[in-house]
């Protein structure tokens, strides 16, 4: 979903990647992004959520796969 729907390169993209630091630079706009692509995606509201679970693809992951239903 990063790669396709934010045009971030795969090569860019590590499981410890900071994605709204210095690594990969998204915004706030971007958030928004990942918000409707993971709801969409996993079913997983993450409207609201703190943002250290926005911190790194590895963060992401672990909060999407621990609030699948």
């Known amino acids: 979903m ?11 993209l590590d499981y ?3 994605l709204f630091g210095d690594d990969i630079g998204l ?3 971007d958030s928004i992004e990942i918000i409707a692509g ?5 079913g997983v509201q993450m409207t609201g959520v703190a943002k250290e679970h926005f911190r790194s693809v590895n963060t992401l992951t672990d909060y ?4 699948m239903k």
């Open 27 to 29: 915004d706030s706009i």
């Open 2 to 12: 990063l790669v396709e729907n934010l045009r971030i390169p795969q090569e860019a």
């Open 16 to 18: 410890d990647s900071e």
């Open 64 to 67: 999407v796969y621990n609030n």
């Open 38 to 42: 993971i709801d969409s995606l996993f």
